[in-house]
């Protein structure tokens, strides 16, 4: 289902940036489909490289160029899937989404900072009097 169909859906008009948005989260997980395909191909020419190296048939520079194929691969495909996050998030908040934090969140009960306490000797990494739960 397209935004402008769920906007239809729920009773909501989808903002003009919203729509440009979509086009880009399809094409980043089209371009991410195609990069997974590359990487397991290069990561294959990388072994068959370094079989051909240990056999003989190939010299040491062509192990070489495969890995360095296979890590550019790696690189532009872990660029990719920061994009299409990032996109998410962005339509989340765009949405209304927002990040709340709860107020307890991060702290330590009494019983649990006890137990660390008691096994590990964290120096003044553990402020003690910070993290307590009132």
Do not use: C, H
Not at 17 to 31: F, V
Not at 77 to 99: E, P, R
Request: proline share 4%; glycine share 8%.
């Amino acid at each position: 289902m397209g935004l402008p169909a769920m906007g239809k859906a729920i009773g909501m008009e989808i903002p003009a940036e919203l729509l440009r948005r979509q086009p880009d989260i399809k094409r980043q997980q089209m371009q991410a489909t195609y990069l997974l395909e590359a990487l397991e191909t290069s990561e294959k020419s990388t072994e068959l490289s370094m079989l051909q190296y240990q056999e003989g048939l190939a010299d040491y520079q062509r192990v070489l160029d495969a890995t360095r194929s296979l890590t550019q691969k790696q690189d532009q495909y872990a660029q990719t899937q920061g994009k299409i996050a990032t996109s998410f998030v962005a339509l989340y908040k765009a949405f209304g989404g927002g990040w709340q934090i709860p107020a307890q969140r991060g702290k330590l009960s009494e019983e649990v900072l006890g137990e660390i306490s008691s096994r590990t000797d964290w120096g003044n990494q553990l402020p003690i009097t910070q993290t307590r739960v009132e």
